[in-house]
């Protein structure tokens, strides 16, 4: 008889959203969690619309506060690897070279993988 | 109810802050920038939570000593999402409470900031009753000495 792998998590797995270390985050208290997530998935669509159009534009100075902004609130979804990113992309306010360039896509995707991490997520706290 | 103020031009980041502010038992009043809440510090908030960068090219470092001046000494927490040694020595200097960084960690240190701040207001009080017993003593020495050479 086949046997069953233990190490099989019925959890799904997040791409860029780290559940742990949201928790260590909130500590016991659920309701921010939720009151967090609103927030967040509130508001991120238009974040991730502003800064892809900042881009095309390449307006500098536009992008260096999105994503100053965007890295607290990165920082308290417990996000730390996409926080590290936002936080070692030093954008001046003049022009944007091809490595911040990269960095700036490779940011728009992650932030893309975490609102379908956190709308999972939360379908997955309304649930228990 | 204890009263808190935020200033910080970030919406969400004030909402989600404010949101765990009054689940700590705080009555919360937000501010989008320094200048708009310099009038309202009468009201004696017991903790101020303010950000460095704000709209308009403000900058929280400006505004701390203005701030406590004007707000009976209530413990600021200064908050910023850069780690820049130069501003968190700056905020302490002038007379910030606590440097919180704004990353994953930010709301525990806040939670361990406002448990310490009975610690860092009867610290305060102490200095205060340090130095007006100095002066009292230097002022009784001053006497003493004048009386003395007085009728001597």
Redesign the interface.
């Known amino acids: 008889m086949q046997q069953i792998p233990m190490n099989v998590s019925a959890q799904p797995r997040f791409f860029v959203f780290n559940q742990q270390?949201f928790h260590?985050?909130?500590?016991d208290?659920e309701?921010?969690g939720k009151?967090?997530l609103a927030?967040?998935l509130n508001?991120l669509p238009s974040r991730i619309r502003n800064i892809r159009d900042s881009i095309k534009q390449s307006e500098t100075s536009q992008l260096r506060i999105e994503m100053?902004?965007l890295?607290?609130?990165i920082?308290?979804l417990?996000c730390?690897s996409l926080?590290q990113q936002i936080?070692q992309l030093k954008l001046s306010d003049q022009s944007i070279d091809q490595l911040q360039l990269l960095s700036l896509h490779s940011i728009l995707e992650r932030l893309k993988m975490l609102e379908k991490d956190l709308l999972l997520f939360s379908k997955m706290e309304l649930l228990s | 109810m204890k009263t808190a103020f935020v200033i910080d031009d970030n919406l969400s980041y004030q909402k989600i802050i404010s949101a765990h502010l009054n689940q700590l038992g705080f009555e919360v009043k937000s501010f989008l920038s320094a200048k708009e809440c310099l009038s309202h510090l009468k009201d004696a908030p017991h903790l101020i939570l303010l950000n460095q960068h704000l709209g308009d090219n403000e900058l929280g470092l400006d505004y701390i000593k203005e701030i406590k001046e004007k707000s009976n000494e209530a413990p600021i927490v200064f908050l910023s999402a850069d780690n820049d040694v130069y501003t968190v020595t700056k905020a302490l200097k002038m007379g910030a409470f606590d440097y919180i960084e704004k990353n994953g960690s930010a709301l525990v240190r806040l939670r361990t900031a406002i448990d310490n701040i009975p610690d860092y207001l009867k610290k305060g009080r102490r200095q205060k009753m340090m130095r007006i017993a100095g002066v009292s003593a230097a002022i009784v020495i001053a006497i003493g000495a004048a009386l003395f050479f007085l009728f001597r």
């Open positions: 270390e260590a985050t909130i500590g208290s309701g921010l009151e967090i927030i967040v508001e100053h902004d890295k607290g609130i920082g308290l417990g730390s926080y936080s």
